[in-house]
Antibody, heavy 125, light 109 residues
Framework: EVQLVQSGAEVKKPGESLKISCKGSGYSFTSYWIGWVRQMPGKGLEWMGIIYPGDSDTRYSPSFQGQVTISADKSISTAYLQWSSLKASDTAMYYC??????????????????WGQGTMVTVSS | SSELTQDPAVSVALGQTVRITCQGDSLRSYYASWYQQKPGQAPVLVIYGKNNRPSGIPDRFSGSSSGNTASLTITGAQAEDEADYYCNSRDSSGNRNWVFGGGTKLTVL
């Protein structure tokens, strides 16, 4: 079964650092981009950035550039999202996603086909 | 960067057909994909590409696109289809960025 399994919920204080994880299984982890999506309480989905575990090529949404760091360790099929100094406004659910992106027969197929279960991050003093 | 616009809320009578739309410049270059999110759950992909359904998604879900507008149609809506629906697509900047619509809350009456 193809799946992404995320690390558990976190409760942190402002200013603390944090690294959450997303482990892929059931497919070739180095062959698909892995992205991160934020959902603040009661709000919509926001794309944060994406990494290609095969060579660690990483792209960030302009809204999140400099605010978080995305990395991956292909030897253990795991992607990471980290903060060096958390803020209360980082309180949200974070999902990792597998990017389905290929072209065939003149059409391209782009989507996030596999989602992790989500990691809730709560930042409060 | 691109933006995708969705109606915040839509309602449909049980068994009727409903269309949820998504507008944005990036849709002139890229197909939208659609996600269903029920309370307390992770989103699930329901439509991608021109009109493709992942395994396990009922065939009452279909997608279409014209110009800068993509649509998700549910033909014969069921009570279990009540959920939030999000569209997304690649950003037209071409830098492998993505963008999401604001989401549409579907109520099945």
């Amino acid at each position: 079964e193809v799946q992404l399994v995320q690390s558990g919920a976190e409760v942190k204080k402002p200013g603390e650092s944090l690294k959450i994880s997303c482990k892929g299984s059931g497919y070739s982890f180095t062959s698909y981009w892995i992205g991160w999506v934020r959902q603040m309480p009661g709000k919509g989905l926001e794309w944060m950035g994406i990494i290609y575990p095969g060579d660690s090529d990483t792209r960030y949404s302009p809204s999140f550039q400099g605010q978080v760091t995305i990395s991956a360790d292909k030897s253990i099929s795991t992607a990471y999202l980290q903060w060096s100094s958390l803020k209360a406004s980082d309180t949200a659910m974070y999902y990792c996603v597998r990017e389905l992106g290929y072209c065939s027969g003149g059409s391209c197929y782009d989507a996030f086909d596999i989602w992790g279960q989500g990691t809730m991050v709560t930042v409060s003093s | 960067s691109s933006e995708l616009t969705q109606d915040p809320a839509v309602s449909v009578a049980l068994g009727q057909t409903v269309r949820i739309t998504c507008q944005g410049d990036s849709l002139r270059s890229y197909y939208a994909s659609w996600y269903q999110q029920k309370p307390g759950q992770a989103p699930v992909l329901v439509i991608y590409g021109k009109n493709n359904r992942p395994s396990g998604i009922p065939d009452r879900f279909s997608g279409s696109s014209s110009g800068n507008t993509a649509s998700l149609t549910i033909t014969g809506a069921q009570a279990e289809d009540e959920a939030d629906y999000y569209c997304n697509s690649r950003d037209s900047s071409g830098n492998r960025n993505w963008v999401f619509g604001g989401g549409t809350k579907l109520t099945v009456l």
